[in-house]
């Protein structure tokens, strides 16, 4: 037998890739040139650039590096370069902007003045791309972001390939297409994009992108499931009674009346943002930390959700739109009178779901959304509340009504908490709720970097775990198309107040099955920006009873 080879005295250690801040990076991104279709526009102004230059200022944009916007209005260079650079100064996080590092990324920018439906424009824009390629030194890598209306998308996408700008097939040098929402406006528009998609360039170059998936948090949902031994077993039928995701926003439609009115809520918010929620939630492990992997996983949940029939929606759904209320001195419109929406429209601005997933983990566990406009607070959060104790071991029925809850907030002061109950100090043993909490900004000391940040740089790398595949967008839309079609025919909107948590048969919805939504406190106590009187008790935020319970958020 021949020995067993001698063990180094210092044996080398491979830094393994993680999940967390700080760990190695093997990425590294190659040259390429960014173009921004409708580079003019609020997207651009309040994203994309702020992003691009938090990632020039951290190191990871490439060398070289160009960008050349496009839009119908004209703008010579320069003054192209001076409203990025305004815009910068404005919406990055870093602000005011260092000049050196600016300087050195403004010297990539061009602009290109051109209409989205007509085929000589294109060829301009190739002809400045090939400009900014020969000045920047790019080798031919491009990226076309579609920061436009859904009805550009697919008058890009032709003329783009017809300019030979794209074309399928095509490795080296490498070209992908960035789509931003919504992608369809139902599941046969949804198809019929994708049908357009393909003709012009292979799937593994599209990039759907959802600036959810770009945030820590939700991210972070990933690593909470598995990376640690004690949330996973748990996280199933055995242990959870119920999941609630909520989305709420405390603004209006802000001027935005013409095109939620083609939208609603359900478009708007629920076949993306809350799909997506909802799928990292509920998905298995993937076998890799990768772009099939994770989104193979994600399609399963989607295509585990029992669909909501047209029968159903009275049942399993709940509509509502915000009405006139008067905050203060203040009287704030209904939606109904807001500019650009009819005065009979019948567009929800609150939608609530229960929605079952039939798989082996999840079977019998309801899933309650909510999304609205208007609501008492701005707030995104998941919150998963554990089966409640068997008998009141403790000689008080009320202990059994304290479930455990797993609270993750995506918005704002990102962080996870637990809650669960504690003795209170004295000589009788009282139980009170009592929270564990984690925010990122304490506990790492720094502002989260926005969502573009993270996923403009996995675009410029070929990382797609984060971007949305074809068949995950049709399979969303399979659960919206059934819902929609019923709300035409059995039509009920009901109102509800703003600074509310939407209409009362919101409430209705859960106390069918002997629920309730959980309020707003325990992880944080909002400071709600709309302040209504006679808002009733299950839409307040209690009173904390120990001083650690809850904590005031900030506004901004």
Not at 39 to 64: E, M, Q, T
Not at 347 to 359: D, H, K, R, Y
Not at 501 to 512: F, M, N, Q, V, Y
């Amino acid at each position: 037998m021949s020995p067993a080879p001698e063990k180094p005295a210092n044996p080398v250690v491979t830094p393994q890739v993680g999940l967390g801040r700080g760990a190695p990076s093997k990425r590294t991104a190659e040259p390429c040139t960014l173009v921004i279709f409708g580079a003019s526009g609020d997207l651009a102004h309040r994203k994309l650039i702020p992003a691009l230059y938090n990632l020039a200022v951290s190191g990871s944009l490439p060398s070289p590096f160009g960008l050349v916007g496009y839009s119908r209005s004209e703008h010579p260079d320069e003054q192209f370069r001076t409203e990025m650079k305004d815009a910068s100064n404005e919406f990055s996080r870093r602000k005011p902007v260092d000049p050196t590092v600016w300087d050195k990324f403004a010297a990539g920018m061009s602009y290109c003045a051109g209409n989205f439906d007509d085929l000589a424009g294109y060829q301009k824009l190739k002809a400045a791309i090939e400009a900014s390629e020969k000045r920047t030194g790019v080798p031919g890598n491009r990226i076309f972001y579609m920061a436009t209306p859904p009805s550009a998308f697919a008058p890009i996408l032709k003329n783009l390939s017809a300019a030979g700008l794209i074309k399928k097939g095509a490795s080296k040098p490498w070209t992908r297409v960035v789509i931003e929402k919504p992608f369809g406006h139902d599941l046969a528009s949804a198809l019929q994009l994708n049908q357009t998609v393909h003709s012009v360039i292979d799937e593994p170059s599209v990039y759907r992108i959802d600036h959810y998936l770009g945030k820590e948090t939700v991210q972070n949902m990933m690593a909470l499931r598995f990376a640690n031994s004690i949330f996973e077993p748990l996280l199933n039928r055995n242990h959870v009674d119920h999941v609630q995701i909520t989305v709420a926003e405390d603004i209006g439609v802000e001027g935005r009346g013409a095109y939620y009115e083609e939208a609603g809520a359900l478009r708007d918010m629920v076949q993306n943002h809350m799909m997506q929620l909802l799928t990292l939630t509920a998905m298995e492990a993937p076998v890799a930390f990768d772009a099939d992997a994770v989104r193979d996983e994600k399609v399963k949940v989607l295509r585990a959700v029992q669909p909501i029939g047209k029968n159903d929606v009275g049942r399993l759904t709940v509509r509502g739109q915000y009405q006139e209320t008067k905050v203060g001195d203040e009287l704030l419109p209904a939606y109904r009178a807001e500019k650009g929406v009819a005065k009979d429209s019948m567009t929800p601005t609150f939608v609530g779901l229960s929605l079952a997933i039939n798989n082996w983990r999840w079977s019998g566990v309801p899933f309650y959304l909510r999304t609205g406009k208007r609501l008492a607070h701005r707030l995104t959060e998941i919150a998963i509340q554990f089966e409640s104790i068997p008998h009141a071991l403790f000689g008080n029925e009320q202990d059994s009504d304290r479930p455990n809850t797993l609270i993750l907030r995506i918005q704002p002061d990102e962080g996870i908490a637990i809650r669960f109950a504690a003795k209170v100090p004295g000589e009788a043993m009282q139980l009170r709720e009592v929270t564990f909490d984690f925010r990122y900004g304490s506990a790492f000391g720094e502002q989260a970097p926005e969502a573009y940040v993270r996923l403009l740089l996995d675009c410029i790398l070929g990382d797609a775990t984060l971007f949305t595949r074809e068949d995950e967008v049709e399979a969303s839309w399979k659960l919206m198309d059934p819902i929609l079609q019923g709300w035409k025919e059995h039509p009920k909107v009901s109102p509800y107040e703003s600074g509310s948590w939407g209409p009362s048969d919101s409430d209705e919805l859960l106390a069918r099955d002997g629920r309730t939504w959980r309020r707003p406190c325990g992880f944080a106590s909002l400071r709600p920006r709309l302040r209504i009187g006679g808002v009733g008790s299950a839409d307040t935020p209690r009173t904390p009873r120990v001083q650690h319970e809850t904590y005031t958020a900030s506004r901004a």
